[in-house]
């Protein structure tokens, strides 16, 4: 008797054990799942300063908040990840004529380049939104 009863708490474990990994295995795939639509849904943008400084990361983010600026001017209509590249792709040259702006006016001499392609970005949280961590279409400014 006790070891029937001893092989039913075996097959309960067992049972519970496989019942909460396949829960976890379907929880990971409609994580991934998600984590594919966000990064096919967004343009990101992937500011890159002239040096690690203090200076040069002060500018940098002077140079985000202007293309944000200027880039709801231009991308702030979009609906999706192809309506924003195809803006942004037809807007690159006074994008980056406001970065440079931005950048002489705060008294550097630096070049900058911006274009669109492929960047990595690490796990981000805004306020209500966390965009995991991979490859994204960006919007890439090089200062």
């Known amino acids: 008797m006790k070891v029937l ?8 474990y067992s049972a519970l054990i496989m019942g909460f990994v396949l829960t976890l295995t379907i929880q990971g795939l409609s994580l991934s799942e998600t984590c594919n639509n966000i990064k096919d849904s967004v343009l990101r943008l ?11 990361q002060n500018l940098k983010i002077k140079v985000r908040d202007r293309l944000l600026k200027e880039g709801k001017l231009y991308l702030g209509n979009a609906e999706n990840e192809s309506e924003a590249l195809t803006f ?3 807007n690159l040259p006074l994008l980056q004529k406001a970065a440079q702006e931005e950048i002489e006016e705060n ?10 392609g492929q960047a990595w970005f690490n796990t981000r949280e805004y306020d209500d939104v966390t965009l995991p961590a991979g ?6 400014v090089v200062i």
Request: net charge neutral; glycine share 2%; hydrophobic share 35%.
């Open 5 to 12: 009863k001893h092989n039913n708490l075996k097959l309960i």
């Open 46 to 56: 992937h500011i890159v300063a002239n040096s690690d400084s203090q200076a040069d």
């Open 88 to 90: 942004a792709s037809k």
């Open 107 to 116: 008294g550097y001499n630096y070049c900058v380049n911006v274009s669109l």
């Open 135 to 140: 490859e994204y279409e960006a919007l890439k």
